[in-house]
């Protein structure tokens, strides 16, 4: 089994920052994609960044420039830095990354519980 631990959200006001922090653990042999997403009360789950195993990324049009994502392979562990912080950006953070498990060898998308980023005006 494979699980996905997030940490690092909370409330801070309008021009702050937060550092996300995601870990997979478990029966795992590599994990390709890891990503970032976050939904926000009555609306859709929005993806908001990306880093592949080659350390490519990606970020949508509403964080570019203000988040960061980075990665740590020997602890799977994806982090995602947030700086000047808007209302807009209150939401359940959510980490998924895309695993090969070490049981069977199969890719399989995992999520993490979700951790809530509240942004003050």
């Known amino acids: 089994q494979v699980q996905l631990v997030e940490s690092g959200g909370g409330l801070v006001q309008a021009g702050g920052s937060l550092r996300l922090s995601c870990t997979a653990s478990?029966?795992?042999?590599?994990?390709?994609?890891m990503n970032w997403y976050r939904q926000a009360p009555g609306k859709s789950r929005e993806l908001v960044a990306v880093?592949?195993?080659?350390?490519?990324?990606g970020f949508s049009d509403s964080v570019k420039g203000r988040f960061t994502i980075s990665r740590d392979e020997d602890k799977k562990t994806v982090l995602l830095q947030m700086n000047s912080l808007k209302p807009d950006d209150t939401a359940v953070y959510y980490c998924?990354?895309?695993?090969?498990?070490?049981?069977?060898?199969?890719?399989?998308?995992?999520w993490g519980q979700g951790t809530q980023v509240t942004v003050s005006s």
């Open positions: 478990g029966t795992i042999l590599s994990v390709r994609t």
């Open positions: 998924s990354a895309d695993v090969i498990s070490a049981y069977d060898g199969r890719a399989k998308q995992y």
């Open positions: 880093i592949d195993r080659d350390g490519g990324i």
